[in-house]
């Protein structure tokens, strides 16, 4: 538990420097976007080859992959609900900001701390349905709904495809069922690489945070958050009560299903061209209440 809670305020500590270090002159708006540039076209690309290492295919699993799809189609057809009535701009941040799970670099660290080698499977196979859309539907459902344009199948196709970390997914996902492994040399340099994504996620969500004192902002900000992990509490407490999973596989997705906001949300928010101060604070304050709230539920289902 004590190596848990030091790695989460690792990453809140990483983000108070980088606000920091912005507010100092240091960073600006050109250090984001390059910042940007190296999480998707590379640590976060090499992190997702390193996750399938040790990957075991089991095949009873594999609709985990499927409901961490569904879990952000679920949230961003709420968000999108939510700012029905408002602009094609916060639709479209709804969107993004109501979905999308960091599960790579904070929840797995619980996973593998108390459920060992089948958690860290589970997650992963969460992680596989969750990045698909974090890394690039998500952002193509969102960037079609700011666009005036009718639906153009080619273009969200293009847009979906054109990330480099989707196009590994679907890459390392069929390696996964299709048993082919890469050398070892391959996952040893790609988790030299993917080692760097979860600081330069946190630096750039920094560098994306803005203290906000505008009563509007933060009331929106508040119900959210409030709308996200209640929508997710429900959904797990079904799925505990009702999945036919056994317990173990029931505890480790219902904990994965309170991870923080991915930090992707901040790059596809600035795609989309939203408000990037806004997705930074719901962003960091998530990762506050998700370390809360998991340990929690770690001592409540007795997890050693």
């Not at 480099?164 to 690489?193: G, Q």
């Not at 119900?223 to 959904?235: A, E, G, M, P, Q």
Request: hydrophobic share 50%; with cysteine.
């Amino acid at each position: 538990m004590d190596q848990v809670l030091i790695k989460a305020a690792g990453y809140i500590f990483i983000i108070i420097i980088s606000y920091l270090l912005k507010r100092k002159g240091l960073f600006d708006f050109k250090d984001q976007r390059t910042i940007m540039k190296l999480i998707m076209n590379i640590t976060l690309p090499a992190a997702v080859i390193a996750a399938f290492a040790n990957f075991e295919k089991d095949t009873r699993l594999i609709s985990i992959t499927v409901i961490g799809l569904c879990m952000n189609l679920i949230m961003s057809g709420i968000g999108y609900l939510v700012a029905l009535r408002k602009s094609r701009k916060d639709r479209a941040f709804n969107i993004i900001n109501y979905s999308g799970y960091n599960i790579g670099t904070f929840a797995m660290p619980y996973l593998q701390s108390f459920l060992g080698s089948l958690g860290i499977v589970v997650a992963c196979l969460f992680d596989a349905g969750n990045a698909i859309m974090c890394t690039g539907v998500t952002y193509a459902i969102a960037s079609q709904v700011t666009s005036k344009e009718k639906f153009n199948v080619k273009d969200f196709l293009h847009k979906i495809f054109s990330s480099v970390p989707f196009d590994v997914y679907i890459v390392m996902l069929f390696c996964y069922f299709t048993d082919i492994r890469f050398p070892k040399a391959v996952y040893s340099i790609a988790s030299l690489i993917g080692n760097a994504n979860a600081f330069l996620a946190m630096f750039m969500i920094g560098l994306s945070f803005e203290i906000v004192f505008d009563k509007g902002i933060l009331r929106q900000v508040w119900t959210s958050l409030f709308i996200r992990y209640s929508i997710n509490s429900v959904i797990a407490y079904l799925f505990y009560k009702y999945s036919p999973f056994t317990n173990e596989v029931k505890t480790i997705v219902v904990l994965i299903m309170f991870a923080p906001m991915s930090a992707l949300n901040v790059i596809n928010t600035i795609k989309c061209g939203g408000d990037k101060e806004k997705s930074g604070l719901l962003n960091s304050l998530s990762i506050v209440i998700s370390l809360t709230i998991i340990t929690i539920l770690v001592i409540k289902l007795n997890l050693k």
